[in-house]
């Protein structure tokens, strides 16, 4: 999503909520829920649940030389975003890298690799 955005795709995804969560991230859960005799049930691993509008926002802010597009910000109004959706893990002791930090690193992965420029 983050590439498509780079390269200034105008699609809306009015209706579009995301999880983000860094691969890093993932791993510690399976980790912690794996090392942690107490953990049982399902485990909801993001770091927070947000509007696809928020999301490029955040991207356009971070990396304005880009063209991404600005989409609407909200287009449920009243509907709330979570941040502690995976309320589980972080009892168990994860603190997830946040949403800008992943942005940051993937479109770093994704000028590495020579996708983008």
């Known amino acids: 999503m983050i590439f498509r955005l780079l390269q200034g795709c105008t699609e809306l995804y009015e209706d579009f909520f995301m999880g983000s969560v860094h691969v890093e991230d993932v791993a510690l859960a399976h980790i912690l829920v794996y090392e942690n005799t107490s953990a049982s049930g399902r ?5 927070a649940i947000s509007h696809y509008g928020d999301f490029a926002a955040k991207v356009a802010e971070l990396y304005p030389e880009y063209n991404v597009p600005r989409l609407p910000k909200d287009t449920q109004p009243g509907l709330l975003r979570t941040k502690n959706g995976a309320k589980k893990l972080m009892d ?4 997830f890298i946040p949403m800008e930090q992943i942005i940051k690193d993937s479109v770093e992965s994704l000028k590495s690799k020579g996708f983008i420029s």
């Open 43 to 47: 485990h909801l691993c993001v770091e």
């Open 92 to 95: 168990l002791g994860l603190q």
